[in-house]
């Protein structure tokens, strides 16, 4: 199979934070050109505005449709005409808006197969909010405009470590009604779904952590490990699913168990987002898994503080481009032969007089007793 020069959409994110800055600095290096056809979504002023301020000399073509996006340079899709005032390192509505704007072009233009991945640069999940954005983030918002009916998944990856979340943006206080047995084995078995098909791991173990302190110390902390948790594992190794747990998520990743796993199913946010970017450092990524649309962005977020400094570090985004691209492929070369069955051959069969047909089989081992089969008949 010949690979193909990717079309990689991007969204540039709030204008006022680092957005801007990790895009032009990853696109510095040539050799990204030879991997992907990049079409960034967002505005060449505020582009230009970005590209000055930090004295990054990443140069980029205007086009005013995605059928425009040409191989071997950086293309920059006009997502809104008006002028956008950039205050860096400062939340604003302004900003919100121009996020949003490339954002929808961006799932317009999706449903029209005019690009392959699609990589989000950060946003303010405040700033962003209108009557067309009532979401907590990302990943629900391209749930809700592209997911078809499936349900998303957060997973933030890097190297062999990949971390699921049962929950996503929920408050602390909500957390512990959203883990249900249903919810557990329902992202269970999308994260098993996804280690096998996207990242080619073909019997993938997933670590299950508990949701209270010391797995609920036999009821004493709580009874979730107990009552759904446990349940949920078994039902799940029921149904061919190799899950492990519940464990305690201080030890486990205190003591480095997570290594000896291709998953963790961690219960809310901050209880797998907390040590993974500890450990990740500055090349993890967030996928959004379970989804007809393959989308990353980078494991960080506006970074107001730094915003406008050149000194963002732009290897996250890098590796969301890289990671994307990784998975389209191995998406592609996973359901490739399941496409195009060989179709059955058939030996057809008719009286004199061709008003009976009928098809049997032809295998090597009916060939082998023909003679028999015909006296037979």
Do not use: W
């Not at 990353?296 to 890289?322: L, V």
Request: aromatic content about 8%; some cysteine.
């Amino acid at each position: 199979m010949e690979d193909k020069i990717i079309r990689v959409a991007i969204t540039h994110g709030d204008t006022n934070g680092v957005g801007y800055e990790v895009i032009l600095k990853t696109f510095q290096e040539q050799g990204m050109l030879e991997l992907c056809t990049p079409i960034i979504y967002g505005s060449p002023k505020a582009a230009a505005y970005h590209r000055k301020a930090l004295n990054i000399d990443t140069n980029f073509s205007i086009i005013s449709k995605a059928e425009d996006a040409q191989p071997g340079r950086i293309n920059m899709l006009t997502t809104f005409e008006e002028e956008v005032k950039i205050e860096l390192g400062q939340p604003s509505p302004e900003a919100g808006k121009a996020a949003l704007n490339a954002l929808d072009r961006a799932m317009a233009d999706y449903r029209a197969g005019l690009y392959d991945v699609l990589v989000t640069a950060p946003i303010n999940k405040n700033t962003i909010q209108n009557e067309n954005f009532k979401f907590p983030g990302h990943t629900e918002y391209i749930e809700h405009h592209l997911g078809n009916g499936n349900k998303a998944l957060m997973i933030m990856m890097n190297g062999n470590l990949r971390v699921a979340l049962v929950t996503t943006h929920l408050p602390i206080k909500d957390v512990a009604k959203a883990i249900t047995k249903e919810a557990v084995i329902e992202k269970a078995r999308i994260f098993h779904d996804t280690l096998k098909r996207d990242l080619r791991i073909d019997n993938p173990r997933i670590a299950v952590l508990a949701l209270n302190p010391h797995a609920g110390d036999n009821g004493l902390l709580g009874t979730e490990e107990q009552e759904i948790i446990i349940p949920a594992i078994k039902e799940l190794e029921a149904a061919g699913v190799q899950a492990f747990g519940p464990y305690p998520a201080d030890g486990f990743f205190g003591s480095g168990t997570y290594n000896k796993f291709d998953g963790v199913m961690a219960m809310y946010h901050d209880q797998g987002l907390a040590p993974f970017k500890t450990i990740a450092a500055e090349e993890g990524v967030n996928y959004t898994a379970g989804l007809p649309v393959i989308r990353t962005s980078p494991d960080h977020g506006t970074a107001y503080d730094i915003a406008g400094k050149g000194i963002a570090d732009e290897n996250s985004f890098r590796q969301a481009i890289y990671t994307a691209i990784d998975i389209y492929r191995n998406r592609k070369n996973y359901d490739e032969p399941k496409a195009n069955p060989l179709p059955k051959l058939y030996h057809e069969k008719r009286d004199d007089s061709d008003k009976a047909r009928f098809a049997v089989p032809k295998t090597k081992d009916l060939s082998k007793n023909e003679d028999k089969q015909q006296k037979e008949e």
